[in-house]
Every structure is written in C-alpha cells, then in structure tokens.
C-alpha cells in the first residue's frame, strides 16, 4: 500500500475513486502552505471545492479508470496505475467544476446539482470567477507533483491545455448564438449546434478522458489518438442531442431536473429539427414563444414539436447514430485500440433515460 492509496477494496471503483479524491484535497491544501496562504484563504478554498467538485455522477473521471483497464489487459491494473488514473479523472472533474462554476455565472442558473450555484452562496458572489481559475490552476498543480518525472508529462499538459481552448471556443459559439436576453432563431442552425456540441461537449466529456489514459499507458502514435476521435466525438454528439431531447420529453423524477431549454433559449438538436421541417404557421409559434421565460410559452413549443413528430424524428436520429458508431468502432484496429474500450461507451448511453 502506498501513501497514496486509500484504503478501500479496488473493485468497489467508485467508491476507491471518491476515496482518491480525499486523498488528492489534502496535498492540494497542503500545497497552500507553499505560498504562505492566510487561514481564511485556505478555509475559503476548502468549503469551494466542497462545494463545486464532488456531488456528480463523475462519468468522465471514471472513465479514465476504465480505459485504462482496457488498455492494460489482460494484466490486470498495478496499484500506481490505478492511483494515476484516478488522479487524472479527477484532473477531468475539476476542469468540469471550472467550466461549470463559470457557466452558472454566464447562465445566470439558480441551482447545480440540487444545491444553489456556488457563485449564488453567501460572500460568494463574483469571487466565483476567480474560484473558477483555481480549480483550473489546481490540475496543473497535481499534475506536476505525481507526474512531473514521467515522460508522458509534457503530453498530458497539452491535451488539457488544448481541451480546454476547445471546450471554451464551444461555450464562446454557444454564448454568442442563443443569448437569452436576444431571441433570434435566425441563428440557429444544425451546423451551429454540431460545432458547439463537439466543442463544448464532446472533447473534454468523451476524448480527454480516453486520451489521458492512452498517454498514461505510453500510446504515443498519432494515428491511435485519430482512430480514438473518430469514434468518440460523434460519441458525444449523440450524448448532447440525447441530453437535449431528455430536457424536453424525459421524465423530471428520472433526469433529477425540469428541463428549461425552451425558456433558455438554447440551441438545442430540438429546435434546430422543427427550424428545418415547420410550416409558416408552426415557423410563426415557434417565433413568439421560443426562449420566454413563460411556462405557458414552453407548452406552446411543445405542442408544436409534438404536432411535427419530433419523438419520431429523434428515435430515427438515435438509430442511426447507434448504426454509425457501431460502423466507427468496428473500423478500429484491434492491434492499437481495444474495441471493447468504445463499445462500453456506447453501452452505457444507448437509449438512457436520466
């Protein structure tokens, strides 16, 4: 047993990976004292990261663990391995909280994760940008005390360096496309939305993590990291459209939220369909009551996607999607990637409903 390790039975992956996470606080807090930060600093810092980093599902964190899993077969993980992972799922999970922190601000959002948004606390406020930097400067931290003398090091840099600039020229197309306080379906287009899901979305949700752990095992082959985008950023894709029609037609007690995309005037798969298949009239509805804040309104649009069909437009959508990966996954070269790796992706959203 290491000094990093906790003390929990390795099978029980998620329980072992939460148990990382208190293992990793620690050396983050005590790194504080590196810089000779004041107790109400570090106090101020404890109760953020409470706050903002667990409570997830951490789907992307453990998906580094089972990559790697895959890419080590049939040996099975050696404990440094699993500790390694870990740490990089949850490098993965504080890149998440900074983009989230960060959203909730630009969104203007009330709650996150059945709590109110961190920037919405008491004293908190705008402090929450600056928050937000933190959790981003504290990957790099760890990163740099457990991997600074491995040779992947500089790589792992990049990638997140380089998903990071994706994911913000995502939310930048994102912001600047459905404004909510300016309406203007002229905007919208699917080929608007592809590019905001593949870059706000699919790169750090479903490419980092699989990165991370071809990087940790020592993949160092271009080619490798081509074959793994091929098959995971439309991957992605069929996750956020699955996200988008869950908002409108899943079921709240499932997804654990009342979806709001109508009234947020988001540039959802949704709208973007019924844009290219309405009527004048529907055309005119869809106008006048899309990106509201009125419940009323959003039962409007939702009759119109209900009178166009679009249930049936999305299941035809989700099968084809289902065919097109399984062609990508079947294409990939057993010799430098295990199918097995993606197909566990896919197992895992196919027809979800939460």
Known sequence: MT?????????????????????????????????????????????????????????????????????????????????????????????QAFFLVADDIMDGSITRRGQPCWYRNNGVGLLAINDSFLLESFIYRLLRKHLRNEKYYTELLDLFHEVTYQTELGQLMDLITAPEDDVDLTRFSIQKHAYIVEYKTAYYSFYLPVACAMRMVGIEAEHAYAQARDVLLPLGEYFQVQDDYLDCFGDPTLIGKIGTDIEDNKCSWLINRALSIATPEQRRALDENYGKKDSECARRVKEVYQDMGLRRVYEQYEERSYRKISGLIEAVDEKVLPRKMFTSFMNRIYKRSK
């Not at 107790?39 to 789907?59: D, S, V, W, Y």
């Open 3 to 95: 000094q990093n390790s906790p003390v929990v039975d390795p099978k029980d992956e998620k329980a072992h990976f939460e148990a990382t996470y208190n293992v990793l606080l620690e050396h983050i807090l005590a790194d504080l004292a590196n810089f000779n930060l004041p107790q109400n600093g570090r106090e101020h810092i404890e109760k953020m990261i409470a706050h903002t980093l667990p409570g997830g599902k951490m789907n992307r964190g453990l998906a580094v663990v089972a990559s790697v899993k895959e890419l080590v077969a049939p040996r099975e993980i050696t404990e440094r391995e699993l500790f390694v992972a870990e740490l990089l799922g949850w490098c993965i999970e504080m890149l």
